[in-house]
């Protein structure tokens, strides 16, 4: 059992709130959706019905029931909890908590960074192969681009100069964390948050593609003196970090190009399993397994996942199952792209920031294992989000629902 478990329990509460408002006259409904969130609601029920049916289908194919199960819950059931942030009341003095609330969560990851760099008590020691530890978890370092997402925004934002002085310091040290932390990932989500939040508020104030250029490169270059500043900070133990993560590419082989990567075997063998069940897929519970060279020239077989969750709902659910992700998460980026504009200015810093997270949660789990914990905070940003985004500027001629 997970916290979510708790957040299901939660949601059950407000769906049967809403029902007993059905049946007593004066009663609010507590889920009061405008006809873009009703299609993200019916996407998100048509995913569901899917993936039940993927489980049957993966009953049917002799897979264990634990498994399939397993892969029903962090696939699908959690995914529910898109729904809890828009079961609330909220007035603009809640609303205005969500960024505090954001850094100071976020910033629990930074603090655990700090801790091990300081004490060298590492995530993640591995004695197998000498070129770890890890730094962080790699859901930490999902948190870390948000919050350095947040920070890139207040930058961009109409702010105090005295808010973003303050702001600089923490952006920087959050980039060079990121790049410490010993994931690859962590040093393209260093660039990629950024570089997703110059994109939108740049748009949002009219600029063409040489203003998104010209604010990217002077973020950028401000990130990277901050991030400078942290590694000089931490020379020691940032050279041992760089010359660890060297030798990985070097020992495992650069991602996608190499024949001594897992994900080289991992992604062919998936999509051989989907060519194999081209229409209804495996069935949900299929734990991949396949042949995985050593530097030693010889194989070995691994049970484990694709590193990439479209490839594993491709290959478990089939088309289907790959499509109705792909439609809910392309209507939600749609959806967002065209009211982000309109938003009040006192919500954009935070909105542009979680959708960062959002969409670098996403990037995350197209190169690394899709865990419970971040598909829960994902699901439940994209609600908080839809929030957000129903605070337009008073101007607008398209009134808040």
Not at 37 to 57: D, H, P, Q, Y
Not at 207 to 230: I, K
Not at 271 to 276: G, M
Not at 299 to 317: A, K, M, R, S
């Amino acid at each position: 059992f997970y916290l979510g478990d708790f957040l299901i329990f939660l949601l059950g509460a407000l769906a049967l709130q809403t029902a007993v408002s059905l049946v007593r006259r004066g009663t609010a409904p507590i889920f009061e959706l405008t006809g873009r969130e009703r299609l993200l609601g019916i996407l998100l029920l048509a995913g569901t019905c899917w993936g039940a049916f993927s489980g049957l289908n993966g009953v049917a194919n002799g897979l264990l029931i634990r498994d399939v199960i397993g892969d029903f819950r962090r696939l699908y059931f959690y995914a529910w909890v898109f729904f809890i942030p828009l079961g609330f009341r909220y007035g603009r003095r809640h609303l205005r908590l969500v960024a505090p609330a954001a850094v100071a969560g976020c910033g629990i990851a930074l603090l655990f960074g700090l801790y091990r760099l300081a004490t060298g008590n590492w995530f993640y020691p591995n004695d197998e192969v000498n070129i770890f530890p890890r730094l962080l978890v790699d859901d930490e370092v999902v948190s870390l681009a948000l919050l350095l997402a947040y920070c890139t925004a207040l930058l961009m934002a109409d702010r105090s100069r005295a808010l973003k002085l303050c702001v600089f310091p923490l952006a920087g040290l959050t980039a060079a964390m990121m790049c410490l932390s010993g994931w690859r990932m962590g040093i393209a989500e260093a660039v990629l948050a950024p570089l997703i939040v110059v994109t939108i508020m740049a748009r949002n104030r009219g600029r063409g593609v040489a203003g998104v250029a010209l604010r990217l490169g002077a973020v950028m270059t401000v990130l990277a003196v901050g991030a400078g500043a942290a590694f000089f900070l931490f020379s020691g133990k940032a050279d041992k970090i760089v010359f660890m993560l060297k030798e990985r590419v070097a020992h495992f082989g650069t991602p996608m190009s190499s024949d001594s990567d897992t994900r080289f075997y991992a992604y062919r063998q998936a999509l051989e399993n989907y060519a194999a069940h081209p229409v209804l897929g495996t069935g949900l519970g299929d734990d991949l397994s396949y042949p995985k060279k050593t530097t030693g020239g010889t194989f070995i077989y691994i049970q484990g996942t694709t590193h990439n969750i479209f490839l594993d709902l491709l290959y478990q659910t089939g088309p289907v199952g790959f499509g109705l992700f792909v439609a809910m998460h392309g209507l939600f980026c749609l959806y967002l792209w065209r009211r982000i504009r309109r938003i009040d200015p006192r919500f954009e810093p935070v909105a542009v920031a979680l959708f960062a997270g959002y969409l670098c949660t996403l990037a995350h789990y197209s190169f690394e294992p899709a865990w419970v914990s971040g598909l829960i905070v994902m699901y439940m940003s994209m609600g908080l989000l839809v929030v957000l985004l129903r605070e337009q500027q008073p101007d607008t001629s398209g009134a808040a629902p």
